[in-house]
């Protein structure tokens, strides 16, 4: 590929960028309004949409405290990964 294409690529890769973070803008705040019209409410109905905003608990592993009380333990179940970041400038 030239740097002529590698640059029209780059090009349109923002662009698209740009397009995506425009609409995912549009749907939050499509997705504040509807919260807000459900109040306090877990489920609302509207025609054939069911929409549901339910409380889910999960439980999370705090792995900064777990290294400052049981380091030795942390330390035995941690392991590393490596990947490759990619980014336009």
């Excluded at 740097?3 to 029209?8: F, G, L, P, V």
Aim: net charge positive; aromatic share 4%; charged share 35%.
């Amino acid at each position: 590929m030239s740097t002529a294409e590698i640059e029209s690529k780059c090009r349109q890769l923002r662009e698209l960028q740009s397009l995506i973070a425009e609409a995912e803008a549009e749907a939050e705040a499509v997705r504040d309004a509807l919260k807000r019209a459900m109040g306090d409410e877990t489920e609302l109905r509207a025609g054939i949409y069911r929409i549901t905003w339910k409380p889910v608990t999960s439980v999370k592993l705090d792995t900064k405290a777990l290294r400052a009380a049981l380091p030795d333990v942390a330390a035995r179940f941690s392991r590393e990964s490596v990947t490759r970041r990619f980014c336009v400038a």
